[in-house]
């Protein structure tokens, strides 16, 4: 692309923008829970492994059983030996996003659906984390969930990606989850389940929204339609010629975003960088300490270690920034490494860390959730690098007045 045709398109693009906005504020009053709410890809898990584990009177699990039966139709493999009887549902457990384990079989679900990327030998890990549970190889099964169509990394699958062809599935939200939810999941739900109903057309309008198909975004669709059409003469070529123009500037566009992207990626990676570095020579003295080498997708960028929280003789806790590739997190919790029973969520600091910052006028917890993981955390938009990195060192301080 030469530098007239980008000029020509960062045009378009400035036009496309413009229309664009023009036409959201003529769309009617529209209000959805969960676009409110900024929901991050382990809400997405939380909200499958609710409607995965839901039992009609007759103890029956009419949504497994009817996403099992989904993947049946698409996929002509081992999935069709699966018998549902007595299924454990987590999700987040072991860092697996949304795990079915059953008398012989256990499927891991992993969720994409926003794209983040795969993290290290991720699918091998897993595989390997569900095969210590006795499960043999042929009893494990893999869901790739992503939003489009997308195939896992093959650095992901380890040793394992051709032993699991026939016992792995890619399921696109837009294109698979959402026509179930709304073909077979809502038909299916009964007229006192008011709550399930309620729960399910809002996810179900959450997604629309997300793959913009919203009945109310018709009338904007069509005008930003109409300068496309206009702005490249379609009306004058025939219907294969569009096919093929269109495909042309799509991928010229798409090569435009990827470079972008790129720049936005190495830009990131310049922030995350500054931030090791400040908090390696700000918190040095605090012993030990550890600067993470992740690369800010999907694992920790950088934490502080804290021993003998509470002055308990090697209770260590951490104090982290990460990211998924949708949210930032600055998080609080108990080192891994120790027993189960002392991760557990309590003790003088953790309360500490619970209430309000003294600036916050909400009155909001400091650090206000926690997960099956056992850690708190506090949620940030994937542009406030600021504002988290500030929560970070607030964190810092509550724990570092608490460590003895």
């Known amino acids: 692309m030469n530098e007239q045709q980008l000029s020509d398109l960062w045009n378009f693009a400035s036009e496309f923008s413009k229309i664009k906005e023009e036409e959201q504020k003529k769309l009617p009053f529209h209000l959805n ?18 409607l995965l584990s839901y039992t009609n009177e007759n103890g029956k699990y009419v949504f497994l059983t009817s996403l099992i039966d989904l993947i049946k139709e698409r996929l002509s493999g081992d999935f069709g030996k699966i018998t549902i009887e007595s299924p454990k549902i987590t999700q987040e457990k072991e860092r697996i996003d949304l795990w079915v ?68 599935v890619n399921l696109s939200y837009c294109y698979d989850i959402l026509p179930w939810l709304k073909d077979k999941v809502m038909p299916c739900i009964e007229c006192k389940e008011q709550f399930l109903q309620s729960a399910i057309i809002q996810y179900i309008d959450y997604l629309e929204g997300l793959f913009k198909i919203r009945n109310i975004d018709e009338p904007m669709n069509k005008e930003l339609q109409k300068l496309i059409i206009k702005q490249f003469d379609l009306s004058e070529k025939s219907d294969k010629e569009c096919i093929s123009f269109l495909r042309e500037k799509s991928d010229s566009i798409n090569e435009v975003s990827q470079q972008m992207n ?44 804290f021993d003998n929280i509470d002055g308990i003789r ?23 490494n120790l027993p189960v029973q002392d991760r557990e969520l309590i003790g003088s600091t ?11 006028l909400n009155q909001q917890e400091h650090l206000p959730h926690s997960n099956d993981r056992k850690e708190m955390y506090k949620s940030f938009d994937i542009e406030q690098f600021d504002e988290v990195y500030q929560h970070f060192e607030e964190t810092i301080a509550i724990v570092k007045d608490n460590d003895n």
């Open 314 to 336: 090697g209770k260590r806790a951490v104090v982290s920034i990460g990211c998924d590739g949708a949210q930032f997190y600055s998080g609080f919790y108990f080192d891994f």
């Open 33 to 50: 829970l969960v676009d409110q709410l900024h929901i991050n890809e382990n809400a997405h898990s939380r909200i499958l492994m609710h």
């Open 262 to 305: 790129k720049m936005i990626e190495d830009y990131r990676k310049n922030i995350y960088e500054t931030w090791k570095k400040k908090t390696a020579e700000k918190y040095s003295k605090l012993e030990p300490n550890k600067v993470s080498e992740g690369s800010g997708k999907g694992w920790v960028i950088t934490d502080v270690t």
């Open 101 to 168: 384990m059953d008398k012989n079989y256990a499927i891991i679900f992993e969720n994409k659906i926003y794209n983040a990327d795969d993290r290290e030998a991720q699918l091998s890990n897993y595989i390997g984390k569900t095969l210590k549970h006795d499960y043999n190889k042929n009893q494990i099964f893999v869901v790739y969930l992503s939003q489009y169509p997308k195939e896992p990394e093959p650095q992901s699958w380890g040793e394992y990606k051709d032993s699991f062809r026939s016992r792995y």
């Open 350 to 360: 953790v309360e500490r860390l619970k209430k309000p910052h003294h600036d916050d």
